[in-house]
């Protein structure tokens, strides 16, 4: 299972998971010699909780120039290194993380496993996984599943130039430069798989700060697009 995440003053993605991974800038556009680039797990959008271990990041320059980023950082809650600025114009940030799920079929519909007691976990209704007292008495062998995540992010100096296209398992296009996305500006994305429009796919959007339960969801169109009207606000800014 594959996600594409891309952040850009909000998080947006293919799919959804109680804590999204996802990469960005302390600034998107700065005049600056450097910028801090942060990256994590989060539950609260772009607010990291839980650090990304053992990432590698791909760095692009405006050239077109490409290096490989190790962070050092030693934190729990976060990763995070400083990307040196040398030139004018847009650098974009590349990682991949995987998490391993499992998954089962209740009732005919397979939901994501979590091995908990029953006093530490919300009411059945109230969640959209299971854990061993939904099953009772049955015999079950959950599925191992890698959920697998590609992560963008966009840094300008002083000036916005062409994104460089990179490969990833689906590919999200911004017909506006994404760090040209203002409030109440409605955005109009392409989506593509294997360099084919991807059509129906779920596009999760959040705010800064949202939960899951706060996201957005959309349903691309036959030919890939779909228009993010008027999602930012303000508070995304």
Same mark, same amino acid.
Request: proline share 5%; hydrophobic share 40%.
């Given at each position: 299972?594959?996600?594409?995440?891309?952040?850009?003053?909000?998080?947006?993605? #293919?799919?959804?998971?109680?804590?999204?991974?996802? #990469?960005?800038?302390?600034?998107?556009?700065?005049?600056?010699?450097?910028?801090?680039? #942060?990256?994590?797990?989060?539950?609260? $959008?772009?607010?990291?909780?839980?650090?990304?271990?053992?990432?590698?990041?791909?760095?692009?320059?405006?050239?077109?120039?490409?290096?490989?980023?190790?962070?050092?950082?030693?934190?729990?809650?976060?990763?995070?290194?400083?990307?040196?600025?040398?030139?004018?114009?847009?650098?974009?940030? %590349?990682?991949?993380?995987?998490?391993?799920?499992?998954?089962?079929?209740?009732?005919?519909?397979?939901?994501?496993?979590?091995?908990?007691?029953?006093?530490?976990?919300?009411?059945?209704?109230?969640?959209?996984?299971?854990?061993?007292?939904?099953?009772?008495?049955?015999?079950?062998?959950?599925?191992?599943?890698?959920?697998?995540?590609?992560?963008?992010?966009? #840094?300008?100096?002083?000036?916005?130039?062409?994104?460089?296209?990179?490969? $990833?398992?689906?590919?999200?296009?911004?017909?506006?430069?994404?760090?040209?996305? %203002?409030?109440?500006?409605?955005?109009?994305?392409?989506?593509? %798989?294997?360099?084919?429009?991807?059509?129906?796919?779920?596009?999760?959007?959040?705010?800064?700060?949202?939960?899951?339960?706060?996201?957005?969801?959309?349903?691309?169109?036959?030919?890939?697009?779909?228009?993010?009207? %008027?999602?930012?606000?303000?508070?995304?800014?």
């Amino acid at each position: 299972m594959r996600i594409l995440l891309v952040s850009s003053l909000l998080m947006l993605s #293919v799919s959804s998971f109680a804590h999204e991974p996802y #990469v960005a800038p302390l600034a998107y556009n700065t005049s600056q010699t450097q910028v801090a680039i #942060v990256s994590g797990y989060a539950e609260e $959008a772009l607010n990291s909780e839980y650090a990304l271990k053992d990432a590698k990041f791909e760095i692009i320059s405006p050239n077109n120039d490409k290096n490989l980023i190790e962070p050092e950082s030693k934190l729990g809650s976060t990763t995070v290194f400083d990307l040196k600025l040398p030139e004018s114009g847009t650098y974009t940030v %590349k990682t991949s993380t995987t998490y391993p799920l499992k998954y089962i079929q209740d009732q005919k519909e397979w939901k994501m496993f979590f091995d908990m007691p029953a006093d530490q976990a919300p009411k059945k209704a109230e969640r959209d996984y299971v854990i061993p007292a939904d099953l009772k008495a049955k015999k079950y062998t959950p599925i191992e599943v890698k959920r697998e995540w590609t992560l963008f992010t966009y #840094v300008s100096k002083e000036k916005n130039t062409p994104i460089q296209a990179m490969l $990833a398992p689906i590919q999200v296009e911004f017909l506006t430069h994404p760090n040209e996305l %203002k409030a109440n500006q409605a955005v109009k994305i392409k989506v593509s %798989k294997d360099n084919q429009a991807l059509a129906n796919a779920n596009v999760v959007i959040r705010a800064k700060g949202a939960t899951d339960e706060q996201a957005k969801n959309l349903k691309t169109l036959i030919d890939g697009t779909v228009i993010l009207a %008027k999602i930012l606000d303000n508070r995304s800014l």
